[in-house]
């Protein structure tokens, strides 16, 4: 069974830092890119970031990038999000997710259950 349990979210002052982690199972680790999604109230799930496990490639939204560094630690499972120069317009539920291939597509097929990020202006 595929479980993906993320942590690290919490409320942060414009300008501040946090640090998201991913803990996987129950597939193997480098058989699949692992993303994450965010959704803020009212709007759409978009895609922020995604790791490729197999070749360390990276993919980041526009609005992240430069903030935003994603990371994976194969040995743990684990992948970290860690996101800096926060904004308010960050503020979202943050999910991780497993791509459908081995190398960012955009297409995610497993959720975790999702992290509160809130930053305050």
């Known amino acids: 069974e595929v479980q993906l349990v993320e942590s690290g979210g919490g409320l942060v002052q414009t300008g501040g830092s946090l640090r998201l982690s991913c803990a996987a199972s129950?597939?193997?680790?480098?058989?699949?890119?692992i993303g994450w999604f965010r959704q803020a109230p009212g709007k759409e799930r978009e895609g922020v970031s995604c790791?490729?496990?197999?070749?360390?490639?990276?993919y980041y939204t526009d609005s992240v990038k430069g903030r935003f560094t994603i990371s994976s630690d194969n040995a743990k499972n684990t992948v970290y999000l860690q996101m800096n120069s926060l904004k308010p317009e960050d503020t979202a539920v943050y999910y991780c997710?497993?791509?459908?291939?081995?190398?960012?597509?955009?297409?995610?097929?497993?959720w975790g259950q999702g992290t509160q990020v809130t930053v305050s202006s």
């Open positions: 997710v497993t791509e459908v291939a081995h190398y960012c597509s955009g297409v995610a097929n497993y």
């Open positions: 129950g597939f193997t680790f480098d058989d699949y890119a």
């Open positions: 790791i490729s496990s197999s070749d360390g490639i990276t």
